[in-house]
């Protein structure tokens, strides 16, 4: 079992910066990768960013230039370091753990979850 803690959530105003961890515990997929999602009441759980044991990222489009995904070897703690935020942004985060490095965008590609983080972006 993995288990994965988010933390750093928060409110925050257009145009500021927050910074997200995930620590994992137990057991590691050490050549894996773990990704940030984000999901609001009523709609489906959606893809921010991935980062694997090799340091390779993916970001969402509206994300791009904005956020920053970071990782430690071998994947014990996760970063998503948020800039420019926008209202828009305002969601819960989670990240979650996944066995494989390839990309992966969809929620069931992952393995482990965490509880999630809320974060508010005022306007």
């Known amino acids: 079992q993995v288990q994965l803690v988010e933390s750093g959530g928060g409110l925050v105003q257009t145009g500021g910066s927050l910074r997200l961890a995930c620590a994992a515990s137990?057991?590691?997929?050490?050549?894996?990768?773990m990704g940030w999602f984000r999901q609001v009441p009523g709609k489906e759980r959606e893809f921010v960013a991935i980062?694997?044991?090799?340091?390779?990222?993916e970001y969402r489009d509206d994300v791009k230039g904005r956020f920053t995904a970071i990782a430690d070897k071998p994947l014990n703690t996760l970063f998503l370091q948020m800039n420019d935020l926008k209202p828009e942004d305002s969601a819960v985060y989670y990240c979650?753990?996944?066995?494989?490095?390839?990309?992966?965008?969809?929620?069931?590609?992952?393995?482990?979850w965490g509880q999630g983080t809320q974060v508010t972006v005022s306007s």
């Open positions: 980062i694997n044991w090799l340091g390779r990222t």
């Open positions: 137990g057991r590691r997929f050490g050549r894996g990768a």
């Open positions: 979650g753990a996944r066995r494989y490095d390839d990309s992966a965008y969809f929620p069931n590609e992952y393995d482990y």
